[in-house]
């Protein structure tokens, strides 16, 4: 009798607290494959010394938030005011992904708009993209001394996200 | 006539349907390479529009997925090998049918669960519905009753 009474209500409450904790949470988001991996193995060039070859051992010794962005990209016009406060003030290395991109049309949105990277990786059509599992831009990624990809962000970063979840892991990834 | 005008239409019809469009005009080099890919692409996910498999997607990078595919097919790589390196970079979710183990056993044992578990639920309940019913259906109707 009382397992009678008791089971729908566990069951309820099973039920309650599997759709409460689907709540909020956003499935387009997909976890990183890369997540606590090393950045995949590239060699490509530079975006603003045409030519110039950049590869992953380059970018080795210090932490860095690798930014996704393009001239096209709209929601990177969000982020990228943020991600400039955050450098000059010192907080952050800052490495960009051109993607998809026209080098002239990536120059001169970077004159416009500033231009906070420290280095900049030239990816003309998305093939290296595909290697990072890029699904659009802006995606950034919290990469630590030793090249591990530590947190990804898909989407614009806000100062909120900044402060929360990547300043810390850059700190952490500083050993 | 009738049959003039439908074969007319025809053509429209496959100009038409949006699947065909989404394939960009790639080089195959024989029309068994054609269907390897016309498969493969229809059980990989888009990794942006999520709930359209690579073959419909019209996204960026679901085109350069396909490109990716294609190159990497005339290269002589397997459908597995094709299979492996997007899952590396794109996690199992690209899989529309996700690998047979680990964390995705609960995904495909589930709903037998709950067929079974359901099943002996309902089965008790009726053996147990069936047990108290017996003596009640059993007892006549009480012969000293006043009409």
Redesign the interface.
Same mark, same amino acid.
Not at chain 1, 30 to 34: E, F, V
Not at chain 1, 129 to 136: E, S, V
């Given at each position: 009798m009382i397992m009678r009474l008791f089971l729908p209500l566990a069951l309820f409450f099973a039920l309650a607290v599997l759709l409460w904790s689907g709540l909020g949470k956003d =499935? #387009?988001i997909? =976890? #990183?494959?890369?997540l606590d991996k090393p950045i995949p193995q590239f060699s490509s060039t530079k975006l603003r010394q045409p030519g110039e070859p950049i590869d992953s051992q380059a970018l080795l010794g210090e932490p860095y938030l690798l930014n996704v962005f393009a001239s096209w990209c709209r929601s990177c016009l969000i982020e990228h005011p943020v991600l400039d406060a955050y450098v000059k003030r010192g907080q952050l290395k800052l490495v960009g992904l051109n993607y *998809?991109d026209e080098r002239e049309a990536a120059l001169s949105w970077l004159q416009f708009h500033g231009d906070p990277y420290a280095e900049i990786i030239w990816d003309p059509?998305? *093939?290296l /993209? +595909?290697?990072?599992? +890029?699904? /659009?831009a802006p995606e950034s990624f919290v990469v630590d001394a030793q090249g591990i990809v530590r947190y990804k962000i898909v989407g614009p970063v806000s100062p909120e996200i900044m402060e929360k979840e990547i300043l810390p892991r850059l700190r952490e990834g500083a050993g | 006539m009738r049959k003039l005008l439908i074969a007319c239409l025809i053509p429209f019809m496959v100009l038409f349907s949006t699947a065909l469009w989404a394939i960009d005009p790639l080089p195959f080099a024989d029309g068994e390479q054609e269907e390897r890919f016309r498969v493969l692409v229809a059980e990989l996910r888009c990794v942006q529009c999520q709930n359209q498999n690579l073959a419909d997607s019209d996204a960026l990078i679901a085109k350069d997925l396909r490109k990716e595919i294609f190159e990497q097919m005339q290269a002589g790589r397997s459908d597995d090998e094709i299979v492996d390196f997007l899952v590396e970079r794109y996690g199992e979710f690209v899989l529309y049918r996700p690998a047979f183990s680990g964390k995705n056993l609960l995904l495909w044992l589930g709903p037998l669960l709950i067929v079974v578990f359901g099943g002996i639920g309902v089965a008790v309940h009726l053996r147990r519905r069936a047990a108290n019913s017996q003596p009640a259906a059993a007892a006549p109707i009480a012969e000293d009753i006043d009409w």
């Open positions: =499935p #387009s997909l =976890p #990183s494959a890369l *998809r059509d998305g *093939r /993209g +595909i290697d990072f599992g +890029i699904t /659009g | -």
